[in-house]
């Protein structure tokens, strides 16, 4: 079963297959705006050093406090990662609030799932687990949005109980209630490191 836990160095390899697999196509570009797609822009093949990937963890996770450095009308974002027996599937990125840009058009989360593991349940399955984050955070709902010709996105929130609100230009806003169900130990974030500065560790 995977699981949806803050980045860590030890999935280096599968990452780097994954981020080529999503190279190949076509993401990383000056104009992918997505949180993967700017990290691919910016990090590119540097990341393929052990120390520039335990920075780049490292930064994912400090992402996520008040005070880490971050891009004009940014604001603090927990990026968990999607991981099964060591091998990276995916990442989910819950942006802590919503500016008037991401209330309108980009909302509180964004995902990728590595090309070569589509199609399995692994988008819906992290939107569905994004509740005790999001409450932990004091969000009682998540605002998803997706592109109207994104099917497969559209199919994932609308798979994860997501209530359509409406469209605004080409997007499609959905919100997602993340106050049901217990926050039962299970259900907690596996640790609070995903909400707070955390030192790098070399593989
Ligand atoms: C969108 C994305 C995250 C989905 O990941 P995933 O793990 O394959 O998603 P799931 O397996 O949970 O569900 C995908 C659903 O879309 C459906 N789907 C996929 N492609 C489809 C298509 N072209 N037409 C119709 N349905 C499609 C699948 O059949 C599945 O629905 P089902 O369970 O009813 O069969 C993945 O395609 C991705 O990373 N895309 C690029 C980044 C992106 O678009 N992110 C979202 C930005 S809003």
Partial sequence: MPELIPPVVRV???FLAAMGELRAEGRGTAEDASMTGRDL??????????????GYV??????????????????PCTTLWYVEKGEFLGRLDLRHRLTPFLLDQGGHIG???????????HATAMLR????YARVLGLARTLVTCEETNVASRRVIEK????YED????KLRYWLTTTDGPTTRAARPR?????????PRLP
């Fill in 160 to 163: 994860s109980g997501a209530v």
């Fill in 12 to 14: 280096h390899r599968s």
């Fill in 58 to 75: 490292h930064a994912l996770r400090r992402g996520a406090a008040e005070d880490a450095p971050r891009p004009s009308g940014f604001v």
């Fill in 129 to 132: 687990r994004i509740a005790p």
């Fill in 167 to 170: 469209r605004r230009g080409s």
């Fill in 111 to 121: 995902y990728d799932v590595r090309p070569g593991a589509r199609g399995h349940g």
């Fill in 41 to 54: 822009y910016s990090y590119g093949g540097r990341w393929a050093d052990p120390e520039v990937f335990a």
């Fill in 191 to 199: 640790t609070d490191a995903a909400l707070a500065p955390a030192r």
